[in-house]
């Protein structure tokens, strides 16, 4: 309904090319991962949780939960929580007697909220006005309040702008993002890489798999279809969701990733010879890179 109109310049879209590849842009085509979360979400969750006696603990947990595991690139409400039960169960932790923050009424209301965002918080807590919910909003106030503090000057991933390039050529590029659309905007445009992409699919014209399916289904032939990302739960799933391929951009290792793209991957996706063997080393690859459990339990 209201993703109705947003994405209608989507639906509308006319392909110049027989391919398609999809980009998404934070932590794959931009590197904004590592800065948003070490720097703006980490000494946060350290501040508004008071968990200063553990931070070096918070720290590695954290980042092990947003960038080096399989959460990578999830909802950040759930990843909060993710985070306060893997510090739970740590020696180090207990050792020092610091308890987890009692966050129930956060869990209840991750689990029955369909639009995870402060919009949604926003309203939950006007109608309760719980104390934890209340807490967790400031929290993620404070978060964006850093982002917009902080993040700037954040640059496209090398390899990026090449790739682009040599993808425009034979495919129409688009940028698949639950990023805002003004700041995607923006950001594309700073750089000089908006010229590269046909469109901009931002946060208000769906989730990742709706965009993708909106900009190619019934428009490409089976194979011509390709997601570029560095989400498993999102980037991923859009592609597999809509029998697109999928090429990862392995976090870490970000500029090989693309480094292969552009020297390798992408050829192989216009002669016909990604399907199989070649996806599935790629999938294996990018998954070792984004364990379950954390390294510190084994
Ligand atoms: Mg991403």
Known sequence: MED????????????????????????SAFDSMEIKH???????????????????????TA???????????KNRFPCL????DLLAEREEVKKRGIKMPEVQALRDWVKEEPKLGNPALEK???????????????????????????????????????SLAKAQEHADVM????????????EWEEHDIARYVEIIGGQEMGT????????????????????????PGTDMRAAKENNAFFYP?????????????????????????YAGQYQEMLIEEFNQYLPEDPPWTK
């Open 4 to 27: 109705y109109d947003a994405a209608k310049s989507l639906k509308d879209f006319k392909p110049k090319h027989q391919f398609f590849v999809a980009v998404d842009s934070d932590g």
């Open 38 to 60: 070490k720097e703006c979400f980490i000494p946060n969750i350290i501040k508004y949780w008071n968990l200063q006696g553990v931070s070096k603990y918070v720290r590695q």
């Open 63 to 73: 980042e092990f939960v947003n960038l080096y595991s399989k959460w990578r690139g």
């Open 81 to 84: 929580l993710r985070v306060f």
């Open 124 to 162: 939950k807590v006007a109608e309760t006005n719980d104390p934890v919910l209340k807490h967790t909003l400031e929290w993620s106030k404070a978060v964006n309040a850093t982002i917009a503090d902080i993040v700037k000057g954040v640059t496209p991933m090398t390899y990026v702008r090449e």
């Open 175 to 186: 940028v698949v993002s639950t990023t805002p659309y003004e700041a995607l905007e923006r």
């Open 208 to 231: 990742k798999p709706v965009m993708l399916g909106y900009a190619t289904k019934g428009k490409y032939e089976q194979g011509h279809v390709l997601m570029i990302g560095d989400g």
């Open 249 to 273: 951009i392995n976090p870490g290792h970000e500029e090989e990733s693309w480094k292969r793209f552009y020297e390798e991957a992408f050829d192989k996706f216009i002669e016909g010879a």
